[in-house]
Every structure is written in C-alpha cells, then in structure tokens.
C-alpha cells in the first residue's frame, strides 16, 4: 500500500486499520483518514468519470473547494477529500448522481439554533489561530471555526522550519510545530470556543453566519465582530490535458503527503517556481519522491533563493524560461511535455521536451478565499481580514497579521492595548514584501579557529540564527531582520552548531580549522533521512549544482533542541572546504527527455471549467460575438454553475478575455451563491424524519 511509514520529520504513529470497499473491491485503510487519502492508499486516483464526456475524475483541491473527487458513500454523494473513512463503507465511483429512492419519508422541518458571541473567527489556520490567541488573552468570547478535523490550516502541512521573527512568529520552528503551540494555547482559554470539522457556509444580511456543526448540524452564529482568515485557493492553467487525474496544486499534493502520510506519487513534475512550489519539491524528496523537474514561466523563480537552492543542491533541475505544453495521458498522468518561451511568453518552437512523470503540482500562485469579507461588507457587519485573504503572503506573515487585527478588534470592544499597532503593520509590510534580488556577497575565509560561513544572499526577513547564539557573536547590520548575518568573531565560537541546526533555509555551515588546517572540519545540516548517518559513511558533498565529490562522515550529531535536523560534520581539503554548502546521500541521476508527446489539442478540446467540463473555444466563440457579462455566459454555457461555483475558472475566463483584448472593467461579474458550500438540503432546513401517529 502506499502509504508512508518512514520520515524524517513526522513522526508516523500507530493508525488503526478498517475495510471498506470501492466499486464493489474490499480495500483496507485508516480510520478517520480522508477518503481520497484511502483511496490514493491503495493506488485508486480516478474516483469516477463526468456524466457529460465520461472523463476521467479525481482530486483537484483536496480542499473542499471543488467537486471533483466526488464519490458515492452508501448512496449519498460526498466530497472524498472531505470526508473520514469509517469501517464498513460502501464507496462507489461517481459517474453522475445516484438515483432517487422511490419514496420521500416524510419530514419535519425545523429553525436552527442561533448562537450569540462576540467574536466570529472563520479559519483555524497560522491568522485565525494567532488572531484567537490574542483575543483569549483578554478574556474575549471566542468561536473558532475550522473545515478541518485539526487546528492549523495549512500549518499541518508545513514540515519545514519557518523564516521571519523568532520572537513574533516562531522562526526557526517547523509549522507543524507551530500548529501544536498555537492550538494548544487557543484551547487553554475559558473564553474561546473551537468548532472543527464546521464549515462556513454564508454570511446573510441580518447579521448571521451559517455554519455547518460537525458537518451534520447547521447552526446559527450571530457575532458582534467577524474575523475572516479563510487563507487562500490554488490558481490553475489552461493547457491541454489539465483535468487528468493527476494534475493537482501543490497544496493538495502537500495533504495528501505531509497530513495524511501518503505517498501520493513516484515521480512528480513541479509548474511554478514561487515558495509553494519549492517547498513543495523538497517536501516530496523528504516523502522519497522523486521530482523529475520544475519549470518557472520568468527568467527567475520568484520563491526565496535558499528554497531554490536546497533544489538544485539535491540535483532537481529547474527550468526558467519554460512553460507547461500538455500532460500527457489517456486515464492518467504518464508524462509531461514543456518548452522554452521567449521574452513575450510566446514558445520558442524545437524546444518541447517530454518527461515520464505520474503526478503534475500546479504551483502558480494563489487567490484569497474572500467571498465571506465581500458578503460581510455588503452586509454591514463589524469584520476584519488576516492571512491570505488580506494579502497573499507567507504563513510566518499571515500569524503576524492575525496579531494586528486582533488588536484592532480589541480597541474596537474598548480593550485598551500596549502595542503600537502603526509599527506592527510596518513591520508586517516588511514581513509580506516580496523577496529582492540576490545580493552578491564575498566571503573571507580565515583558516584558524572556528566560525559559521552563512550561504544566504537575499534580505528576507529572518533572524533564528541570530537568537540562538548562546555567544551573541551572530548579528545583522544595524540588527535589522533583513539584513544578512555575519559572525562577529569578538569571542571565539564554541562550535555548539546551533545556528546551522537552526537555519530555515539550511544556509549555515561550520568550517573548524583548528586541528587542521589542510583538512578543516566542515559541519553541514542534513534531515532528509529518518536513520542517523553514521561515522565512516559515504555523502556526497555538493556546490549549488556541482557535486565536489564522495567523502566519508567524520562526526553525526543531533542537538536536542533540533531532533529532527542532523549535523554532519566531514573532513575536507581546504579548496574544497571553502566551496562546500550541503550534502546528499546518492549522485544524481538525471531523467532524459523521451520521445512521448500528446498531439496538439485545439482550443475546442481544452477544458476551462472543469466542473461543467466547458472548453476555451466555447468562451472564446461567446466573447467575439460580443458576450460581456458572466451571468450570460452562465446561461450560454453552464459554466461557473458547477460545484466549485466558478471559484476556479473565474480567473481563467478572465484571462481569456484579456487574451480577446477586452478589460476585466468592461466585464459584468457573475453574481455570487448565497451559498459559498454545497450543503445537505434535509440539514440545511434541519429536517427530521416525521414519526407516524397512531
């Protein structure tokens, strides 16, 4: 089966094992896991084909988002990424809505209990749970609500140690770490109130919030101040073969691996080269997949250089200048096919390359979930945004400004507060920029003594390195929190290696010249294993993209207050010393390019709403003839009628306009549900069955 059951950062525990079956095959899984989890588990990625076209379906979101990984669970259709397994299911592919039983049992139909609180926070991610944590602080009343069956969004996903503020945002942690402390801090207050497993369905215009309890219970909350912090969706492409199963963000991926302990793929290809997906490549190499490649459509990717670089240094090559041509397929992802693209993003043609892969990570970017703040300001509520929703920016500025606004809603109550809340936001403008160009740094080595060399060369908010110095010989210009570090040297460093443990960005290395100076000492980080190097046990010791060669372990060690990140300390020629940034245990292996190449699909044949399965040449055709509104769309083509309700081709039928030459200003929007979640209709109107009367 294919689940994990060795990492080097998550620790696996004991699951308890059930049977269900799945088109009439008994299948084991995890109690309580989700069920597209139990499902890529046991090596099923087609969860049922579109009753339109009979296409192929599985997940997309893996976020509730969508309805693609729709299956049928003992006669009831369900979102598979949504709902836990339980032992005895009966799931059944989803090839259009079961039938109908013959018979309605009668019902009676009831009002829903309405809650009073003060605050409403929507979103138990880094912003909501920072948000409610300050707000517990002072005594607030609290309801904390998540679609998930965990406190921490996205932070459960995030096995990588974080940038910014030690102080203010647990740099230097892991943001599974994070999730634990926030959660548990939340939790601990009398006055806050944590609803999981609820998820938000409406916000209406007399002051009332619609919630579904426990996903079976719909409830009324009426709040005096709401606080969104809903974080954000994935954005997607327009490309031949884009609906495949197979093709899905990255964030899905991330669940699937990271949450759920799922090795979700064998060989994936990575579309997008910002933080998401970056981190997305290392987190499948830590998950033993292999990442064949990433392209990046600009000259540059836009993600924070040490995530590149911890890419390149194990081998993955990245292709800038490139875009995605198809994925490649009949039922599945069997490959890719990319090019190179010029100045205009116009393909350079002979370039197209094709590479065997089985999963594609979609990582272009993200839109706020902010239809709830938008229905809430229509409306007249008391409401604030933090997060992605406020701006999209990285989960170390979402927990910062989670903080600011529950400051903000403090004064509002008449809580009188300490903090300067002008300097907080400049602060966290610093924490939301986007990352600058690489600087050009020298570095002098000196061969005596010991001392850390930093590899870092961007001025990005960070500083673990230089709180953790139990010597206070670590500092930034001016101790500014972008700036780079550098090693004072006024006393002599101890060799603790606690800055290299601590590094986010596994930037740090240790040279110790002091028993050779030929053959210095060079301590690296290393936590892409769960077994210990040992002594005497080959690496290969690398330079960015150049391996220097294979050098025997002369020291393992891992610092308790680091247990998840090893300190491998080799024996190396000076030359070698001075140009060595990180190891790897094996010699890359590069894949070449094959022959397979799906042929070119027209515009007629390339999907653009992937829930009514309507194609770019159907929206094109509408838009010439002088379409401009997307109601009208809606009505001509269905599209944006699906279950996602045009959360994920909305953005892409703009950018067809674009393409047309037609602004988005000149554009009627399409009218938003009033629901934002598809919803039980029997729980909506919290029916119940109607006992007969004798």
Known sequence: ???????????????????????????????????????????????????????PQGIFCANGQCAQCNVIVNGIPVKACMTPLKGGMRIESCNG??????EDNAVTVGNSDIVDCEVLVIGAGPAGLSATKILGENNVKVILIDDKAELGGKLVLQTHKFFGSEKDVYAGKRGIEIAKILGKAVQSFSSVNVWLNSVCLAVFSDGLVGILKDNDKYVLVKPKYLLIATGAREKMLVFAGNTLPGVYGAGAFQTLVNRDLIKAADKIFIVGGGNVGLIAGYHAIQASIEVIGLIEALPECGGYKVHEDKLRRLGVPIYTN????????????????????????????????TFPCDTILIAVGLNPVDEFYHKAIDFGFKVWVAGDVQE??????????????????????????????DELENFANIMKAKPPQPVETEITFKEEGIYPVFYCNQEIPCNPCTTVCDQQQIETIDDLITQLPYFKGEQDCIGCGKCVAVCPGLAVVLLDYRKDKNNPLVTFPFELTEEKLEKGQEVVVVRNKKELGKFEIHRSRILKEFPKTQLITIKLPSKIAKQAVAIKKYETQFMEPTDLYQKALSDDEIIVCRCERVSVGEIRKWIKSGVRDFNELKALTKVGMGSCGGKTCTPLIERIFRQEGISVDDITPGTRRPLFIEVPMGVFANAKEKKEEF
């Open 97 to 102: 809505l079961p039938e109908l039983p013959p």
């Open 392 to 421: 999209i920016a990285e989960a170390s500025a979402a927990i910062f400004t989670g903080k600011i606004e529950a400051f903000k809603i403090l004064e509002e109550i008449g809580i009188e507060i300490s903090e300067n809340i």
């Open 322 to 353: 490139h875009t995605i041509i198809s994925a490649n397929g009949e039922n599945n992802v069997d490959s890719i096919t990319i090019a190179q693209i010029d100045k205009d993003f116009n393909i350079i043609s002979g370039t197209e390359r």
């Open 1 to 55: 089966m294919n689940n994990i059951t060795k990492h080097p950062i998550i620790e696996i525990l004991e699951r308890k094992k059930v049977s269900f079956s799945f088109d009439g095959k008994n299948l084991t899984g995890f109690e309580e896991i989700v069920i597209s989890s139990a499902l890529f588990m046991n090596k099923i990625k087609i969860f049922g084909h579109h009753i339109k076209d009979d296409s």
